[in-house]
């Protein structure tokens, strides 16, 4: 089982809502990270988080927001998206963002209608 | 420019038949090169993490070996519950000889192992 929890395993919104997707894990991880996944393609990287502040974002569209309240919690706002968002998005944490693995959680399947 | 390529893109085996995976790198200061497993609409699931040429690494019918240009996953054996994404991904230097933590994934070869 995967120490890495992501909040709702499903999603569907409409082009104008706003929800949020969270994230948490409890292995004293330093390091917290967003991935985007489309169908049939690999994970894409969007932020990294390290001791809690924003170290890399890759030219995500303003519609994503992140969020890092402490050292166990992700949040990923989202506002205002388009259909072609809809994908199955990825939390992943690591002890630190130069060594080791990265552990993913099961995702959040998003819908945008 | 960093570059992870797997192949093959799919790949069909009987029951018991073994093989490799390939994932041929071209990176510029190579910090991990890790395989994951990924079953369908869910995570990445973490294997093996290789730092340095000829190192291996083995977890019941899988064993994962790494050169300077490519890494090999052997399945020994395999069952049908071996079945998913195979993913190869790499952590590569940045300009300032240190690391951070993107990892560039290949496009994944997807086993398939019938009884």
């Known amino acids: 089982d995967t120490e890495v929890t992501q909040t709702p395993k499903h999603l569907v919104m409409g082009m104008t809502n706003k929800k949020s997707l969270k994230c948490e894990q409890h292995?004293?991880?330093?390091?917290m990270y967003w991935y985007k996944q489309k169908a049939k393609k690999p994970p894409e990287l969007m932020f990294v988080?390290?001791?809690?502040?924003?170290?890399i974002n890759e030219s995500v569209p303003s519609r994503f927001s992140p969020e890092c309240p402490n050292s166990s919690l992700l949040n990923l706002h989202l506002h205002a998206l388009q259909p072609e968002d809809s994908a199955l998005y990825l939390c992943?944490?690591?002890?630190?963002?130069?060594?080791?693995?990265?552990?993913f959680g099961e995702g959040s399947r998003l819908t945008v209608l | 420019e960093d570059q992870v390529t797997q192949s093959p893109e799919a790949l069909r085996l009987q029951e018991g038949e073994s093989s490799s995976l390939n994932c041929s790198y071209t990176?510029?200061?190579?910090?991990?090169l890790f395989w994951y497993r990924q079953d369908p609409g869910k995570g990445p699931e973490f294997l093996f993490t290789?730092?340095?040429a000829g190192e291996e690494k083995e977890k019941e019918r899988l064993k994962a070996t790494i050169t300077k240009k490519e890494s090999f996953l052997h399945i020994t054996a395999p069952k049908p519950e071996d079945s998913a994404t195979y993913l190869c991904?790499?952590?590569?230097?940045?300009?300032?000889?240190?690391?951070?933590?993107?990892?560039?994934f290949g496009q994944g070869t997807i086993l398939t192992v019938h009884p």
């Open positions: 992943a944490s690591s002890p630190g963002t130069t060594t080791g693995e990265l552990f």
């Open positions: 292995m004293g991880h330093r390091a």
């Open positions: 988080y390290s001791y809690e502040k924003l170290s």
């Open positions: 990176v510029s200061g190579l910090r991990g």
């Open positions: 290789l730092y340095s």
């Open positions: 991904a790499v952590r590569v230097a940045n300009a300032g000889g240190t690391s951070y933590g993107k990892l560039t």
